[in-house]
């Protein structure tokens, strides 16, 4: 187990198309995480999961951002019709109910 | 609502000085409180949360709830300590609450030989 790892590391797309990352945990680790970053600014929380239920869905994000955890394995945040103001590094962790979260690299999204 | 504050975006010191990065919180509940660190090209790690109360690579950091305040300290500072910090925090409430991190900004510390 080589930790949380995220796909793909980089995406550029145009303003309206729809992107979906995906984020593997640490196998065995029942809580997944999605946290945004955007330049200058520390992790913003965006939605977490416990298994295959999602606890809380973003709030501060509008309902273009959708995210699933089937069979509570991997994960994928999707983004509909992305803006400008989209482009950030999307960031996932995973954690063993409350300890430690470790995060993955990151998805950096670049909206044209 | 839950804030976490560090006032400090860069911080420069030199090797063997000591150092104290800044974070204020503001939780009106009971919170947990952790200091992230990414070393340049890694990915975002644990240093250490103040329930364990461990001294991690010299860094110490003790929860002062009356001025709500968690401040990471070192006493020596090394040049492999060169990288961005984050103070954060969730509830120490079981349950779902739990594990949501509210981050602060992050400060860079650049430590010179």
């Known amino acids: 187990d080589t930790g949380v790892s995220q796909n793909p590391r980089h995406k550029i797309t145009k303003r309206g198309q729809n992107v979906t990352f995906r984020c593997d945990p640490i196998s065995e680790h029942n809580r997944l995480y999605w946290y945004r970053q955007t330049l200058g600014q520390g992790p913003e929380f965006l939605t977490y999961?416990?298994?295959?239920?999602?606890?809380?869905k973003p709030r501060l994000l509008s309902d273009r951002f959708s995210a699933e955890r089937p069979k509570g394995s991997f994960s994928t945040l999707e983004i509909q019709r992305t803006e400008q103001g989209d482009s950030a590094m999307y960031l996932c962790a995973s954690s063993r109910d409350r300890d430690e979260q470790f995060f993955g690299p990151g998805t950096r999204l670049t909206v044209l | 609502a839950q804030r976490v504050t560090q006032p400090e975006k860069l911080l420069s010191v030199f090797k063997g000085a000591p150092v104290e990065l800044k974070c204020n919180y503001s939780y009106s509940g009971s919170p947990e409180l952790f200091w992230y660190v990414q070393y340049s090209r890694q990915r975002l790690q644990l240093l250490l949360r103040?329930?364990s109360r461990e001294s991690i690579k010299g860094f110490t950091a003790d929860l002062n709830k009356g001025e709500t305040s968690f401040h990471l300290k070192k006493p020596f500072a090394q040049e492999e300590d060169s990288a961005m910090y984050y103070c954060?925090?969730?509830?120490?409430?079981?349950?779902?609450?739990?594990?949501?991190?509210?981050f602060g900004q992050g400060t860079i510390l650049t430590v010179h030989p």
């Open positions: 999961f416990q298994n295959e239920a999602q606890l809380e």
């Open positions: 103040h329930i």
């Open positions: 954060a925090l969730t509830s120490l409430a079981g349950g779902t609450s739990y594990g949501k991190l509210t």
